[in-house]
Nanobody, 124 residues
Framework: QVQLVQSGGGLVQAGGSLRLSCVAS????????MGWFRQAPGKEREFVGT????????VYGDSVKGRFTISRDNDKNTVYLQMNSLKPEDTAVYYC?????????????????WGQGTQVTVSS
């Protein structure tokens, strides 16, 4: 059973930066892709980005492309989401997730394990 524990997040002004971390335990972290999703109040869960098992390939949603960067450290069982140039519309609860596969996946149904979520609020 894989457990994901998230940290980071909080309140930041528009244009600022935040970094989210997600530490995995209970599984072989380097064997699966990781993803980040977010959900704003009253909206559906949105794909933010994903990174493959090696960290060599990352894919981003259109709304965050060029501003957010996903990275991973397999020695530390940790995946990161660096968020720059934040906008008020980035306000949401952010979730990390572990895929059942090594390669990148955009669909949340392909992710088996989920973190507890962390609030990111961007003020204008």
């Amino acid at each position: 059973q894989v457990q994901l524990v998230q940290s980071g997040g909080g309140l930041v002004q528009a244009g600022g930066s935040l970094r989210l971390s997600c530490v995995a335990s209970g599984g072989t972290f380097s064997r699966y892709a990781m993803g980040w999703f977010r959900q704003a109040p009253g909206k559906e869960r949105e794909f933010v980005g994903t990174i493959d098992w090696s960290g060599g390939t990352a894919v981003y949603g259109d709304s965050v492309k060029g501003r957010f960067t996903i990275s991973r450290d397999n020695d530390k069982n940790t995946v990161y989401l660096q968020m720059n140039s934040l906008k008020p519309e980035d306000t949401a609860v952010y979730y990390c997730a572990a895929s059942q596969y090594e390669t990148t996946s955009l669909s949340p149904i392909l992710y088996k394990y989920w973190g507890q979520g962390t609030q990111v609020t961007v003020s204008s």
